[in-house]
C-alpha cells in the first residue's frame, strides 16, 4: 500500500533550524510532484513548497522563499524541506503529499496521497 512518512519534527528556539524528511513507499515516486503543506492549531492547510520529479521546478510560498528549501533524493524515494531562520508563526503539523500534476502546485485538493504529518514547534 502506497505511502508517505514524514519526520524529522521537533522543538526549536526562534532562528533555530529542522530538516523534515518524507520517506515515499511508492512505485511512482520518481515520476511523482511532491509537495509541503502545513496546518496551525485552529487555521486552514496552507502550501508550504512543492517540487517536480526532476527538481526542475519549485514554488514556494512567500513565507517561505528565502528560508526553506525544499529537494529531493529520488535514489532514496525520499522528499526534504530544510528550514532555517524558523519563527514561532512556523509552528504546525507539516505534511507531505503527492500529486499527479507535472508542475508543483499549491493547491491541496490536487494531490491524492498525504503523510501522517510531523509536529513543528517553534519557541519564543
Known amino acids: 500500500q502506497a505511502e508517505l512518512v514524514e519526520s524529522g519534527g521537533g522543538s526549536v528556539e526562534t532562528g533555530g533550524s529542522l530538516t523534515l524528511a518524507c520517506g515515499a513507499n511508492?512505485?511512482?515516486?520518481?515520476?511523482?510532484?511532491m509537495g509541503w503543506f502545513r496546518q496551525a492549531a485552529g487555521k486552514e492547510r496552507e502550501s508550504v513548497a512543492a517540487i517536480d520529479r526532476n527538481s526542475v521546478n519549485r514554488y514556494y510560498a512567500d513565507f517561505a522563499k528565502g528560508r526553506f528549501t525544499i529537494f529531493r533524493d529520488n535514489a532514496k524515494s525520499t522528499m526534504y524541506l530544510e528550514m532555517r531562520s524558523l519563527k514561532p508563526e512556523d509552528t504546525a503539523v507539516y505534511y507531505c503529499?503527492?500529486?499527479?500534476?507535472?508542475?508543483?502546485?499549491?493547491?491541496?485538493?490536487?494531490?491524492?496521497?498525504w503523510g501522517q504529518g510531523t509536529q513543528v514547534t517553534v519557541s519564543s
Open positions: 511508492t512505485r511512482t515516486f520518481g515520476r511523482d510532484t
Open positions: 503529499a503527492r500529486t499527479s500534476k507535472l508542475l508543483p502546485t499549491s493547491l491541496w485538493d490536487e494531490y491524492d496521497l
